[in-house]
């Protein structure tokens, strides 16, 4: 089963427009992790936070976890054509190894 | 070296071949894992391996059988396949870290497209 549910399902921005996804979960987490998959390709470890932290920036990309309400966003600011791609949450909550993936939110940014 | 390789990029079987397909890191990884992704669809974790022994099984059908002959190299090889078993196939690798107990980042390969005919 899922862990993580990420909404909205697909996203449609121009250049230079922030992209905001939100991924919810059910149990509690170790950590959550967003990577990013571009089409056809591997996924691509954006950023992971811990679940004493509440955010965490990093370049473009800014993250932040409510544990009390068991859910995460990840906010792009700026967002560049580049940027286009799906973009999974991950948790580990039932034990050490077990990554389990949302459902993915897909991004289109358009020139 | 950050890469994890896989190979075959794309294999085409029929359902009574024997393939195997493959991954290698030279990270320095201790854990290994194999996920299984349709189209459109987040990746399924299928196994893991940690210190080159088999720790997570997701109940995984046994025509799929994993192998890790070292540190570096995971294997899965398959046998008896059905065409729903079509898929993108992931392979990634990651520190070990048990006294954390917890899952860091992953490293990815580029994956295998797999198609059973």
């Known amino acids: 089963s899922q862990q993580g549910e990420e909404d909205p399902q697909a996203l449609s921005i121009q250049e230079g427009e922030n992209a905001t996804m939100n991924c919810s979960y059910k149990?509690?987490?170790?950590?959550l992790q967003w990577y990013r998959q571009n089409s056809g390709r591997g996924l691509v470890h954006l950023i992971l936070?811990?679940?004493?932290?509440r955010e965490k920036h990093s370049g473009r990309l800014r993250v932040t976890l409510d544990t009390s309400k068991k859910s995460s966003s990840l906010l792009i600011t700026a967002s560049r054509a580049a940027d286009t791609a799906s973009y999974f949450c991950?948790?580990?909550?039932?034990?050490?190894?077990?990554?389990?993936f949302g459902a993915g939110t897909q991004v289109v940014v358009t020139p | 070296d950050t890469e994890v390789t896989q190979t075959p990029k794309h294999l085409v079987m029929g359902m009574t071949n024997k393939k195997s397909l493959k991954c290698e890191q030279h990270?320095?990884?201790?854990?290994m894992y194999w996920y299984k992704q349709k189209a459109k669809k987040p990746p399924e974790l299928m196994f893991v391996?940690?210190?080159?022994?088999?720790?997570i099984n997701e109940s995984v059908p046994s025509r799929f059988s994993p192998e890790c002959p070292n540190s570096s190299l995971l294997n899965l090889h398959l046998h008896a396949l059905q065409p729903e078993d079509s898929a993108l196939y992931l392979c990634?690798?990651?520190?070990?870290?048990?006294?954390?107990?917890?899952?860091?980042?992953?490293?990815f390969g580029e994956g295998s497209r797999l198609t059973v005919l």
């Open positions: 990634a690798s990651s520190q070990l870290d048990r006294g954390l107990w917890n899952t860091g980042e992953l490293f």
């Open positions: 149990t509690s987490i170790n950590n």
């Open positions: 936070i811990r679940s004493n932290e």
């Open positions: 991950a948790t580990d909550a039932d034990s050490w190894g077990k990554l389990q």
């Open positions: 990270m320095g990884h201790r854990a």
């Open positions: 391996y940690s210190y080159e022994k088999l720790s």
